[in-house]
């Protein structure tokens, strides 16, 4: 009765393949809730629009642009936008499934979504991305909002972008809507503290499973990949604990320290330089980038896109710990590698989760239009996170399950009772 969609191709590496085995394998932990499983394998709503604008050479561009709303059993969708060429519907949706998931596993009163536009910033002057972003907002202004469906920063778009989205919401809606929006800039709204919050919820999670499994941080030796702002902040916050970070991939190359990499002069670094990359940073050699996963380290940060570590690749990682800050960084046959292997992984539904909690906290911030310390914020996003952790190390334990089916197992165990008690309309 339940047929496949037939809008998506997924392959068992895609980033959808991945969701939908991901969902296969916590399946058996459901229980009498079982039957709405097939409720965690297809989006609610999603909707492709069309992004036309004028380019700075009076020429017209078009762009295709999604916003999924995955799952609304449990509040508002909530999910980031990403600007990237090879943004597809189906990426968008296993995005959006993430977040749902994500949401659920930290016990946040949100549903999932994502969305997405299929453009590559790099190329466009700062007025023509301005356009992108005002004219996309508009075309998906008829689902979001502050109480259905709230947008936030991912791969490519920054508070800028997250400022040009609240306002042209808020002049549709007329009148100022801050909430519409989370990762603002602080003066519109935001809050302290969300910037580097996933990065700081990479580090907390880290520094918990290195704790319970007897991995001292000083001088623990730490790989990571993509050095924006999950990866350079989570970098950082582990060298801040003593570990040494000995080598950086990004999307310009790999370099390598043996003996730690200055993490304040390569964030300068790459700041400053015309690609943003670490590619040419003086004080590190290069390295070939496949070389990367065998770098010999304590701990591996994946933090740039999905799909990076195959089976092959999960082989040659001599870490102890994996922390995922990416969303999906891993495939299913390469988690089955690290299981076999005792390799440890936190999976990114809770590793990553310190961004949107974050984000919770700004938008209940602008709801009250009460501002709290970056100290208060911190100090609730730790506790948040060290408790889902724990909640989830404790079914993990309970089941003999890696901590991603555990994780899956907590949050899809409130996706599906909140369905449950909602009911079905009609
Ligand atoms: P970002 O744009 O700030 O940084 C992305 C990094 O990935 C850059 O360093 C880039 O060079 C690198 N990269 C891109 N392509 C690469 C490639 N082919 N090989 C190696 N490196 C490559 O993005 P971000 O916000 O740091 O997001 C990174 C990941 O974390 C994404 O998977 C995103 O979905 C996830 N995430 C982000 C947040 C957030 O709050 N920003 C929250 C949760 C999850």
């Not at 549903?111 to 508009?138: C, F, H, M, N, W």
């Amino acid at each position: 009765m339940n047929e496949a969609l037939s809008y998506v191709h997924p392959n068992p590496t895609s980033a959808w393949g991945t969701y939908l085995s991901q969902v296969d394998r916590v399946t058996p932990y459901l229980g009498p809730l079982v039957r709405w499983v097939e409720t965690l394998k297809r989006p609610k709503r999603a909707l492709i629009v069309d992004v036309p604008i004028e380019m700075d050479d009076g020429t017209i561009a078009h762009f295709e642009g999604y916003r999924v709303q995955y799952n609304l059993a449990r509040g508002p969708g909530k999910g980031g936008v990403r600007f990237h060429p090879d943004v597809t519907l189906e990426e968008v949706m296993a995005l959006a499934a993430w977040m749902t998931i994500k949401t659920a596993a930290v016990n946040l009163p949100y549903g999932g979504a994502k969305g997405g536009i299929r453009v590559d910033p790099g190329q466009l002057s700062i007025k023509e991305l301005e356009r992108v972003t005002r004219r996309y907002t508009s075309e998906i202004g008829v689902i979001i909002g502050p109480l259905s469906d709230i947008p936030a920063p991912d791969v490519n778009t920054n508070a800028q972008i997250m400022a040009w989205i609240m306002d042209t919401y808020s002049v549709n809606a007329g009148g100022t809507a801050t909430g519409v929006v989370t990762g603002k800039p602080i003066h519109l709204g935001g809050s302290l503290g969300r910037v580097k919050a996933t990065g700081r919820g990479v580090f907390v999670t880290g520094r918990e499973a290195a704790r319970r499994v007897g991995l001292n941080l000083q001088g623990a030796r730490v790989a990571v990949q993509g050095f924006g702002n999950v990866g350079s902040v989570s970098a950082q916050l582990f060298a801040e604990a003593g570990a040494i970070v000995v080598a950086v991939q990004d999307h310009t190359g790999t370099i390598h320290n043996d003996k730690g990499l200055d993490l304040p002069k390569l964030l300068a670094y790459v700041q400053a330089s015309p690609q943003r990359g670490v590619a040419g940073f003086a004080q590190a050699e290069r390295m070939d980038n496949e070389e990367f996963w065998s770098v010999a380290c304590d701990i591996l940060i994946p933090a740039a896109l999905e799909g990076q570590i195959s089976a092959a690749r999960a082989q040659k990682i001599r870490a102890r710990l994996v922390l995922e800050g990416a969303n999906g960084p891993t495939v299913p046959a390469a988690d089955d590698v690290f299981k076999d292997r005792g390799i440890l992984v936190v999976p990114d539904v809770i590793c990553n989760a310190g961004g949107v909690t974050v984000s919770y906290f700004e938008w209940v911030q602008d709801f009250s239009s009460f501002f709290w310390t970056e100290d208060e914020i911190n100090q609730r996003l730790d506790r948040i996170m060290i408790n889902a952790l724990s909640q989830i190390w404790d079914k993990a334990d309970q089941h003999k399950i890696t901590l991603r089916t555990a994780t899956y197992a907590v949050a899809c165990e409130r996706i599906l009772a909140a369905r449950e008690e909602r009911g079905l309309y009609p």
